[in-house]
Nanobody
Framework: QVQLVESGGGLVQPGGSLRLSCAASGSIVSINAMGWYRQAPGKQRGLVAT???????NYADSVKGRFTISRDNPKNTVYLQMNSLTPEDTAVYYC???????????????WGQGTQVTVSS
């Protein structure tokens, strides 16, 4: 069993910052890519940022220059530092990880439960 647990969401004023964390736990052999996605009301879930096990990073155009993704491989944890937040960043943010579980022969895609980020004055 693999679990992703997110933390760090909340309410912030425009121009403010938040830091999201996501820790993977359970029967894990290895983790490949980790990342963050978000879903605003009435919209589809979309990419925010991903980071490979080797450190290759990909950002959505809308967050480039404002958000920074990082990971701590020994802790199986991924972070998202969000700066210069705007109301358009309001969404539920989901952590994602591509995991090779113990006693499995394939990689599986896991999601966290989501954490709400609200940017409002």
């Amino acid at each position: 069993q693999v679990q992703l647990v997110e933390s760090g969401g909340g309410l912030v004023q425009p121009g403010g910052s938040l830091r999201l964390s996501c820790a993977a736990s359970g029967s894990i052999v290895s983790i490949n890519a980790m990342g963050w996605y978000r879903q605003a009301p009435g919209k589809q879930r979309g990419l925010v940022a991903t980071i490979s096990s080797g450190g290759t990073i990909n950002y959505a155009d809308s967050v480039k220059g404002r958000f920074t993704i990082s990971r701590d491989n020994p802790k199986n944890t991924v972070y998202l530092q969000m700066n210069s937040l705007t109301p358009e960043d309001t969404a539920v943010y989901y952590c994602n990880a591509v995991v090779l579980p113990t006693a499995r022969l394939s990689w599986y895609n896991y999601w966290g439960q989501g954490t709400q980020v609200t940017v409002s004055s």
